[in-house]
């Protein structure tokens, strides 16, 4: 690498990636996992292998690795960490990636269709993996996704449809995207739009498709660039010529049919939930940002994110915003089951070591080097109730992962798993608590060999999901 790591946040500590490919067998755990957990917990993040200009390399640009844990009949019985290969349109053959810009995916990684697939945004295609992360090749759908696929799809409960908005950095339309329960693609729609905004999460309600038309745009890096006043490799940066608005397109219509409607000036990358109201109106609880890439030129580190909740009038085109959480908080998760329908609770990763706590009514600026997270944070969007669970002093979670206890009946009834970073040893624990009491001690802790670098998302795969 050019330059040294202490010029960029997003390259020191547990930014830094890992040199080696990792295997372990029969991990050692505090306390006692829970014997209806068989699967395996895979999470995904970007991992550098090639020298890179360290004052301009961003945060979102490196190839993806993913970490594995098994865990079957209550132990943990290996934890591998594999680079990303094949996003090049060749099936991988073995041997780590030639370079940064091999097209490896590093946003996330999750089960659909019984395939389990890496997966990027902005026209990379899906990695598909094996079970034991032995093997990987482009998955395209037969072709359905040759623009490229999503981050962030939503799988609709009832229906077991998996939605996408997908977009490409050379098209000037984002495409609604629908593969059945077995991955086979139903139906593909584009919705026209200008700038190619970045587009990183959408939402699903039973009956419409929420596409975020927000102000981070490749337009405005090109503008900066030539301006001088902007030295990045990443295109996308704060447009404040572009509009902030969501789309509502019915199910199953075509992209004509969408209605725009203008919500606070922001940015999205994560939606916690949708549903519609009786009244005719949405609500969607959404994690926002005042601005991001306009000051930070490395990551998402310019404002702090918080939780706050859209009442959108599709009949006025209006909507109403409030904030239901004084903590600032990223990563939101809830009872996937309920993916469209309305919810109560949601699980976060609190943002700062300690958590940064900012006012209902106040939109607070914060200086700091970069994103972090620090504790978990549990939320009761019906009551505004927020509790923390903090791992510990150098402790600090990464992205939450709620898994329903089978039978349950309750909306928390299940566990939250976390890889969590123990910044005094230098390695990672697979932490798992108590989804209704998430300040009780935690119900077991996979120690890991090794450190898994802060990334970005990951995901529960049982064993009955996989083909």
Request: glycine share 12%; net charge negative; proline share 8%.
């Amino acid at each position: 690498m050019t330059g040294t790591a202490g010029e960029n946040f997003y390259l020191r500590g547990n930014f830094a990636p890992v040199e080696e490919e990792v295997s372990a067998a029969d991990l050692p755990v505090t306390g006692v996992l829970p014997r209806e957990l068989n699967g395996r917990y895979l999470r995904i993040g970007p991992n550098l292998r090639t020298p890179v200009d360290t004052a301009t390399y961003h945060w979102f640009t490196g190839p993806g690795m993913v970490h594995g844990i098994r865990l079957r009949d209550g132990r943990a019985e290996w934890y591998r960490s594999r680079f990303v290969q094949g996003g090049d349109g060749a099936p991988v053959d073995g041997g780590p990636p030639k370079s940064n810009a091999d097209g490896a995916p590093n946003t996330n990684v999750f089960c659909h269709g019984g395939r389990i697939l890496a997966v990027d945004e902005g026209g990379r295609a899906p990695i598909q993996l094996t079970p034991d992360l032995g093997g990987m090749a482009v998955w395209d759908c037969d072709g359905a996704l040759g623009r490229g696929f999503a981050p962030h799809p939503k799988t609709d409960p009832e229906t077991g449809d998996l939605h996408a908005v997908t977009y490409h950095m050379e098209s000037a339309t984002v495409r609604h995207l629908v593969l059945d329960r077995e991955g086979t693609a139903t139906h593909t729609t584009d919705i026209a739009v200008d700038d190619v905004p970045l587009m990183h999460d959408m939402a699903l309600t039973r009956t419409r498709v929420i596409v975020f038309d927000l102000p981070v745009t490749p337009a405005a890096g090109l503008r900066r660039a030539r301006s001088g006043n902007a030295p990045t490799n990443l295109p996308m940066m704060w447009d404040e010529q572009h509009p902030s608005r969501i789309g509502l397109l019915p199910i199953g219509a075509a992209g004509d049919r969408i209605q725009w409607i203008d919500v606070p000036r922001c940015f999205v990358f994560h939606v916690l939930n949708a549903y519609d109201d009786p009244d005719g109106s949405v609500t969607l609880d959404v994690v926002r940002y005042d601005a991001v890439f306009r000051t930070d030129m490395n990551g998402p580190g310019d404002t702090v994110p918080k939780l706050v909740r859209w009442t959108v009038n599709p009949a006025t085109g209006t909507t109403d915003e409030q904030t239901i959480c004084s903590y600032g908080v990223e990563f939101p998760r809830i009872d996937a089951s309920l993916t469209g329908r309305r919810h109560r609770y949601g699980w976060f990763a609190g943002v700062g070591e300690h958590g940064v706590a900012i006012t209902d009514d106040v939109e607070r600026r914060y200086t700091r080097d970069g994103f972090e997270t620090g504790p978990l944070v549990k939320v009761d969007t019906v009551t505004g109730r927020s509790e923390i669970s903090h791992y510990g002093p150098g402790r600090v979670t990464m992205e939450p992962e709620f898994v329903p206890r089978p039978g349950a009946q309750e909306e928390d009834d299940g566990w939250i798993m976390s890889v969590v970073h123990d910044g005094n040893t230098d390695r990672a624990e697979l932490v798992i608590l108590d989804a209704a009491d998430i300040t009780a001690a935690p119900i077991a802790r996979v120690h890991l060999p090794n450190r898994v670098p802060f990334g970005f998302h990951g995901n529960w795969v049982d064993d009955r999901d996989i083909a």
